[in-house]
């Protein structure tokens, strides 16, 4: 019944706070859409008489003062109402959420890459710390930290698209219409298009992924249960992976969760430079045009994405580890 009331008080605290920093994100997206400029400008142009625009902005509520304009601002947020684009001139929730599809699934491509990838070379540099192998890893993790992620965009697309023609160098290639989901994870052409912008984007956190799983191994196989496995007969490969592995990877868990939020912001860059049709070229887009609703409203989705991805990380650790709880609670 304790550990019961320690977890709930545990999941109720994360939401708490989860709601807590959403309602900073909203306020701060309204601070900057009213620093930004003046929307009557955007709406009625430069020509208007100031008759007009005075009637106009009484209409809208933009004379009273600022609490009152927060308050409306925050009650039309939770219905879902972040204002109208003023390049699409559609709702800038449902403008943004269009492009949601594209960016998921290069942020999706580009984890798989790091778990494929910096998973079984940490192992790896872990247990044969000596190879010349493991210091070749080690020794591209420090060069791929050191590199920019447009750099490498770049280096990609020269070699594998203009000197090999291998790959697609720009867009997200053939689509398929799920109805809510427009994906192109089901052609051949959509996954040809996603392999150069994928590996560009891991690149951020492949090197410290494979450091983070090579000290975490390190850490685990210096333990006394491990030591008992190999007195037990267990083979190495079944030390390194069933024990050691297992207890390493959970610490990672809340490093990887913080860590998809770095991705989503690095998509700005590399959905720039392969012209990929997600949020972050969206942005980009109304940065240049001075859609001030659809960067505000990016901001918040964001925001928004960063709460959620972290809410699930600690209720993901509390299941793999229900200590947390306690320290939580602590």
Known sequence: MKAFLSGAAFIGGRLLQALLVMLAILVIAFAVRQSLGDPLREIMGQAVPESERAELRH???????????????????????????????????EV????????FE??????????????????????????????????????????????????????????????????RGQTIDLGVWQTGLLTRDGLAHLVLPALTLSSIMLPLFIRLVRGAM???????????????????????????????????????????????????LTETVFQWPGMGFLFLEAVTRADIPLITTYLVLVGLLFVVVNTLVDLLSLALDPRVSLEGAR
Do not use: M
């Open 59 to 93: 209409q809208l509520g933009l004379d009273a003062p600022w609490p009152v304009q927060l308050a409306g601002y925050l009650s039309r947020a939770a219905t879902g109402d972040l204002g109208t684009s003023i390049i699409y001139k559609r709702p800038t929730v």
């Open 96 to 103: 943004v959420l269009a492009k949601f599809p594209a960016s």
């Open 106 to 171: 290069l942020v999706l491509g580009a984890s798989l890459v790091v778990l494929l990838l910096a998973v079984p070379g940490g192992v790896y540099c872990a247990v044969r710390p000596q190879t010349l192998r493991a210091r070749l890893v080690l020794g591209l993790s420090v060069l791929g930290i050191s590199v920019p992620v447009f750099l490498t965009g770049i280096f990609l697309i020269t070699v594998f698209a203009v000197w090999l023609d291998w790959l697609p160098a720009f867009g």
């Open 218 to 268: 390190l850490d685990e196989l210096g333990h006394d249960y491990v030591r008992t496995a190999r007195a037990k007969g267990a083979s190495p490969l079944r030390v390194w992976t069933v024990h050691a592995l297992r207890n390493a990877l959970l610490p990672l868990v809340a490093v990887g969760g913080l860590q998809v939020g770095t991705l989503i912001a690095y998509t700005l």
